[in-house]
């Protein structure tokens, strides 16, 4: 075959430095545009943004020759970097190590996109904890609950 066609779409979670809230109200959408903008200069495209104090969802559709693990290093330290020499920032805002990253299927976009869109209203009756070990199990990922958050 001549010509290569990918359709590449993932839903990222990211959590803050020990789950702390440091996505404050008045940090939140300059956050949001600002990854988006690291998102475009990589070649791809944000198509979802949501989150909470202390994690965001992305919904990222990427080219197939950026990993996605490059992808959010890159968004992970300069989103970081960026918050942190914000005017009044006092230089905490960390991203936590690692991060989930989960394939979307075409038919499940809009679901997907509308599930990060509502985050708030799926965090009061379900923790990030519960919400992530749930996406874990749902894709078949294996992990040690020990190691979940260090």
């Known amino acids: 075959m001549a010509i290569t066609f990918t359709r590449l ?40 943004i949501g989150g909470m104090p202390d994690h965001l969802h992305l919904v990222i559709r990427t080219r197939p020759d950026l990993s996605v ?16 020499e914000r005017p009044g920032s006092i230089g905490q805002f960390a991203w936590q190590e690692g991060y989930g990253a989960f394939t979307v299927s075409s038919s499940q976009l809009t679901a997907v996109c509308e599930y990060v869109r509502n ?16 996406f874990l199990r749902r894709h078949e990922i294996e992990f040690n609950e020990a190691y979940l958050w260090s």
Not at 69 to 74: F, H, K, M, W
Not at 119 to 132: F, I, P, S, V, W
């Open 9 to 48: 779409i993932y839903h990222v979670i990211l959590s803050t430095r020990r789950r702390e809230a440091l996505i404050s109200a008045g940090l939140r959408n300059d956050l949001y545009a600002y990854i988006g903008g690291i998102v475009r200069a990589q070649k791809s495209l944000l198509v979802e």
């Open 69 to 84: 693990t490059e992808l959010i290093r890159l968004v992970k330290s300069n989103s970081s970097k960026w918050a942190n």
């Open 119 to 134: 985050q708030a209203e799926h965090h009061r009756t379900r923790t990030l904890h519960d919400e992530y070990v749930e």
